[in-house]
């Protein structure tokens, strides 16, 4: 798909169908989220964890009442460890918008989520289960899977100042 | 081009040519900004500046060397800047949006063939001086958080493979 069409189809898709993607179309995903910038070339303060173990979803889902993952049969967490710049936050979502680019190029549902980030960090368990190394901190997560709708992309505006 | 070419394809630019990008280059960049994941819709909570004036540069560049020492422009004397600002209080927030507008300006740019680089160390002299502030004209409470730099390129786009390190669950 060309690139533009990509960047305008992409939406958050809330509703998936139960069946996972294919290890193919992961690793495509994944390395798209690896070619982000990173500030000052830190790679290597940079972690992506791939959940796809259903009774760890699960466990994650229950942490509230709410859906917080729209039961995405990936969840892919992306995490970062500061260096003092406070650049783990841009770097994230560079990650995070590349994957979900790639996502939407292949014709997968996927969305940018917050909210679990927060649960997950309160949770001491899950936490602990995602094995971070010292240091690290989750910052973003994606959504991604099958979905059966069509989902029109929406308008945006943000305002634009011109300095000429 | 591709998507996926273009996501392998995007690396930075730190040379520029002096000649400023078109009318319709910049319209295509600033579209795909508003395409960009923003958290809860907040739209309406981002700004951007485009930047290409040679006085405002210059300025820039004097107060950048006053702060820092520095002679070399940390903007690399692109033609263009595109500021990415923010009234979104909550840093965690504030900083992954701008960030999926920024490389969605990145990817854009270089599906046209244009230079680009991702910036913010020069923002941190410009916060400092007032004056120089100033000359972005930001709706009140908005911030300046990062930058695209972006013009013709200078120098040859040599793009590299990264590793993230990844575990599965």
């Keep these: ?164 | 081009m591709e998507t996926r070419d273009v996501i392998k394809k995007r690396n930075s630019i730190r040379k520029f040519k002096d000649e400023t990008i078109n009318k319709d280059e910049l319209s295509k960049l600033l579209e795909a900004a508003e395409c960009a994941s923003v958290g809860h819709g907040y739209y309406d909570k981002m700004h951007l500046t485009v930047v290409q004036n040679k006085e405002v540069f210059d300025k820039f560049n004097e107060v950048i060397k006053e702060d820092t020492g520095k002679e070399n422009s940390l903007f690399y004397n692109a033609p263009t800047l595109i500021v990415m600002s923010t009234n979104i209080e909550e840093d965690l927030l504030a900083g992954q949006c701008v960030g999926t507008m920024g490389e969605n300006m990145l990817l854009m740019a270089t599906d046209l063939n244009l230079g680009c680089v991702y910036i913010d160390t020069f923002l941190e002299s410009i916060k400092k001086d007032e004056n120089a502030l100033k000359l972005l004209d930001l709706p009140e409470g908005f911030r300046p958080i990062a930058a695209i730099a972006v013009g013709y390129m200078d120098m040859p786009s040599v793009p590299k493979n990264h590793k993230i390190e990844v575990n599965y669950i």
Excluded at chain 1, 5 to 21: N, W
Excluded at chain 1, 115 to 127: A, T
Aim: aromatic share 6%; hydrophobic share 40%.
């Design chain 1, 1 to 164: 798909m060309e690139t533009l069409e990509a960047i305008k189809k992409r939406v958050s898709v809330r509703g998936y169908l139960d069946k996972q993607i294919t290890d193919a179309d992961l690793d495509k995903v994944l390395k798209a989220g690896m070619q982000a910038p990173i500030g000052r070339g830190k790679y290597y303060d940079m972690h992506i964890t791939v959940i796809q173990n259903k009774d760890f979803l699960e466990k994650i889902d229950n942490l509230t009442d709410r859906l917080i993952f729209y039961k995405a049969p990936t969840l892919i967490i992306v995490s970062a460890r500061d260096d003092g710049h406070g650049l783990d936050k841009e770097n994230s979502a560079c990650v995070m918008e590349n994957m979900t680019l790639a996502a939407t190029d292949l014709g997968l549902g996927s969305i940018y989520l917050n909210l679990v980030i927060g649960l997950i960090k309160d949770n001491k368990d899950i936490l602990k289960e995602l094995n971070l190394e010292e240091g690290f901190v989750p910052v973003a997560a994606l959504g991604i899977g099958y979905t059966d709708g069509e989902f029109e992309p929406k308008d945006h505006i943000i305002e634009v100042t011109y300095i000429k």
